[in-house]
């Protein structure tokens, strides 16, 4: 009898002292991940993976290692984390969209897409899945499933920006100019700093064959963002319409001091000399 309540102690005692470096093991991981030091949570996170492979609590840790190693750039291993995590928990949101985003940044849009439609099935409203699936649809040219999505943002937020934007980007697609450009004087109205906005108003406006104000919104484009080389370009390519080599070269030589290459700018500038 003494013999057995020695063993069950040693017993008792040993998993108090699995449990206790399990539990120090994450902690420690934890902290290391919000004092940036990752390669050593990436570390800690698997050696409690490894000590305690049936936990409940591993598809916090594997979706936790999953953010680490995308913060160190492991885009695979990253993904390969999630995915464990979701064998554990396959209803997680927030894992799925995680694992989406790499998805979308590998230029995997199917598997991207997939994951995408498992968040709006268990959320229908989610802003991220919504507003990512919307663009993996223009990518298809499935501009019809890309509208639904869109409205269906924009009727929940009637101000939603990228929605709007995204419209906008369709009615383009489409030939719906005037729609499109519609659209782009509302946001342009809404938020005068943002010189994307003058830049896709200039290319509908390119698209309508409006050289003049084009040119107009993308000199108040380069105001407020003078370091965009795309601007000079887009202004030298309008001068090389309009036969104003001279402005042409001087745009496309601007966009080369900004960063643009010369090697990719050659054929314009033989076309301007």
Same mark, same amino acid.
């Given at each position: 009898m003494?013999r057995?309540?020695?063993?069950a102690c040693v017993?008792?005692?040993s998993f108090?002292?699995?449990a206790?470096?399990?539990?120090e ?9 919000q004092?940036d030091?990752?390669?050593r949570?990436?570390?800690?996170f698997?050696?409690?993976?490894k =000590?305690?492979? +049936?936990? %409940?609590? !591993?598809?916090?840790l594997?979706?936790? @290692? ?5 913060r160190?750039? #492991?885009?695979d ?5 999630y995915?464990m995590a979701?064998?554990?928990t396959?209803y997680?949101?927030?894992?799925l969209?995680?694992?989406?985003a790499?998805?979308?940044d590998?230029?995997l849009?199917?598997?991207a ?12 409203e989610?802003k ?7 663009y993996?649809?223009?990518?298809r040219?499935?501009?019809k499933?890309?509208?639904i999505?869109?409205?269906? =943002?924009?009727g +929940?937020? %009637?101000? !939603? ?5 995204? @419209?906008?980007m369709?009615d383009?697609?489409?030939g #719906?100019?005037?729609a ?16 994307s906005l ?10 309508q064959e409006f ?5 107009l919104?993308?000199?108040a484009?380069?105001k407020l ?5 795309d601007?000079y370009?887009m202004?030298?390519d ?11 070269r ?15 700018l050659e054929?314009? @500038?033989?076309?301007?000399?």
């Amino acid at each position: 009898m003494r013999r057995l309540i020695i063993i069950a102690c040693v017993c008792l005692c040993s998993f108090g002292l699995y449990a206790q470096n399990y539990n120090e093991l994450v902690e420690e991981a934890m902290a290391c991940a919000q004092k940036d030091s990752l390669v050593r949570a990436e570390q800690l996170f698997r050696e409690a993976l490894k =000590l305690d492979p +049936k936990n %409940a609590r !591993n598809a916090l840790l594997f979706s936790n @290692l999953g953010t680490v190693l995308k913060r160190q750039g #492991k885009a695979d291993e990253a993904i390969e984390a999630y995915t464990m995590a979701l064998n554990i928990t396959p209803y997680a949101t927030a894992i799925l969209l995680n694992r989406a985003a790499l998805y979308l940044d590998k230029g995997l849009l199917e598997k991207a897409y997939i994951d995408y439609c498992n968040v709006i099935d268990l959320i229908p409203e989610e802003k991220e899945a919504r507003l990512f699936r919307a663009y993996i649809y223009m990518q298809r040219h499935q501009y019809k499933e890309a509208r639904i999505d869109y409205n269906v =943002l924009l009727g +929940k937020d %009637a101000k !939603n920006k990228p929605a709007r934007i995204g @419209l906008a980007m369709l009615d383009q697609k489409e030939g #719906k100019f005037i729609a499109a450009r519609d659209r782009l004087n509302l946001l342009v109205e809404e938020y005068p700093q943002d010189a994307s906005l003058l830049k896709m108003r200039a290319n509908v406006e390119l698209e309508q064959e409006f050289t003049d104000m084009a040119l107009l919104d993308l000199e108040a484009a380069a105001k407020l963002d003078p370091n965009d080389a795309d601007v000079y370009v887009m202004m030298g390519d309008i001068y090389v319409r309009q036969k104003k080599k001279h402005q042409a070269r001087q745009a496309y030589e601007q966009a080369i001091k900004l960063g643009i290459s010369a090697l990719q700018l050659e054929e314009k @500038l033989k076309e301007v000399r």
